[in-house]
């Protein structure tokens, strides 16, 4: 559950506001952009506080299996991107690459 500022009370994923779940959305994607979390944590995030499902529910929702979600949650796989866009995409996450050179020393 999530703590609001506003007025220190507990809020279920039905009673977020829209401002919350921006608050949400934009501390998810610093914290994945700076490796503070994993993909899982973030797809474990979207589906619990967002939208308050179980695996089950969720992996049913975005039309994967409960297996393939709980080991994207727990990082005990290897998915492919198109998996990957699948479980974001609720969150309003999408999937996009960034060439760096790669350092040689």
């Not at 393939?68 to 609720?90: H, Q, Y």
Request: without cysteine; proline residues 3%.
């Amino acid at each position: 559950m999530l703590r609001s500022k506003s007025k220190g009370h507990n809020l279920t994923a039905e009673q977020l506001t829209r401002e919350h779940r921006k608050e949400v959305l934009a501390k998810l994607e610093s914290d994945l952009a700076n490796n503070v979390i994993t993909i899982g944590e973030v797809v474990k995030t979207i589906r619990t506080e967002l939208y308050g499902m179980t695996q089950t529910q969720y992996a049913k929702f975005i039309k994967i299996s409960d297996k393939t979600l709980r080991d994207i949650e727990k990082g005990n796989t290897d998915p492919r991107l198109s998996v990957i866009s699948k479980v974001l995409a609720p969150g309003g996450f999408q999937i996009s690459a960034k060439f760096v050179p790669r350092v040689v020393e």
